[in-house]
C-alpha cells in the first residue's frame, strides 16, 4: 500500500484500542505479511501509523532498510510523518541480517529512540547449515534488542515477509500482527469508495491478555477513488 495514504480516524470502539496504543516498551513485535502489494498486505502502512503514534507522543523514531529499501520521503511527509524527528538509516553490508540488527542494536543502545522498525523483508530463505546458522545468529540478535528495548523503554518492530502459517521470527517475539486492507464499498454513511480499511489479524500474542484492536482507514490519494 503507498504510504502516501492518508490514515483517517477510525470509530471510537469502547471495547478495543487502537494498534499503536497496544504495542508497549519493551517488546519485540513482528508485523508479517506475503508479497507487500498482492493479497491485500498492509503491513509497510500498518509500521508507518506506528511511527506517527509514537512521534505524536513526542518520541524519537528509526527505520532501518536495505540500502535500496523503498521507504520514500515524500510519501513519508504526505502520510504525516515528521522527517525531522525519523532517523532513517541505509545498510549495504553483507551479510545483510547481521548489518540489519547491528544497525538496530546500536540504535537501542543510544537510549534516544522510543520506536526502531527494522525491514528484514529482503531477507531471503536459506538453505541447510546456512540457513541454520542464520537462524541461529538472528536468536542472538533478538535477544539484545529486547534486552536493550526493556532497558530504555523502547519498541521494535519487526517487519517480515512470510504467509500466515509461517512461524514467527522466535521465541521472544512477543505479539506478530498480519494486516491486510480492502477498499470500502459506497455506503449510505457517505463513505467514498476509494477509502481502505486496514484490519489487524493477532497470529501470536504472548501477553496473556486479549488482543482486540479496531480496524485502521485510510483514504487514497484524489483521483484513485475508483
Not at 37 to 57: D, E, F, I, K, M
Not at 134 to 157: F, I
Not at 217 to 222: E, F, G, L, T, V
Request: with cysteine; proline share 6%.
Amino acid at each position: 500500500m503507498p504510504a502516501a495514504l492518508r490514515l483517517l480516524d477510525p470509530v471510537l470502539d469502547p471495547v478495543r484500542d487502537r494498534l499503536c496504543a497496544r504495542l508497549l516498551p519493551g517488546r519485540l513485535v513482528e508485523l508479517s505479511g506475503p508479497t507487500e502489494g498482492g493479497g491485500g498486505t498492509a503491513r509497510t502502512s500498518t509500521a508507518l501509523a506506528v511511527l506517527r503514534h509514537a512521534q505524536a507522543n513526542g518520541e524519537t523514531t528509526a527505520w532501518i532498510q536495505p540500502r535500496d529499501g523503498t521507504l520514500f520521503a515524500p510519501d513519508l511527509q504526505e502520510a504525516g510523518l515528521d522527517l525531522e524527528a525519523l532517523v532513517v538509516v541505509h545498510v549495504g553490508t553483507t551479510p545483510l541480517l547481521h548489518g540489519l540488527c547491528k544497525a538496530a542494536e546500536l540504535l537501542l543502545r543510544s537510549g534516544a529512540l522510543g520506536l526502531v522498525v527494522v525491514d528484514l523483508t529482503a531477507i531471503a530463505e536459506l538453505g541447510g547449515e546456512t540457513r541454520s546458522t542464520a537462524t541461529t545468529a538472528l536468536a542472538a540478535w533478538l535477544g539484545r534488542m529486547q534486552g536493550l528495548a526493556r532497558q530504555h523503554d523502547s519498541r521494535v518492530l519487526l517487519l517480515t515477509e512470510k504467509p500466515t502459517h509461517a512461524d514467527s521470527l522466535g521465541t521472544l517475539v512477543s505479539v506478530r500482527i498480519e494486516s491486510r486492507r480492502h477498499r470500502e464499498p459506497h455506503t449510505p454513511s457517505g463513505r467514498a469508495p476509494g477509502d481502505f480499511v486496514v484490519e489487524h489479524q493477532v497470529i501470536k500474542n504472548k501477553s496473556g491478555a486479549p488482543f482486540d484492536v479496531v480496524f485502521d482507514r485510510y483514504r487514497s490519494p484524489d483521483g484513485l477513488g475508483h
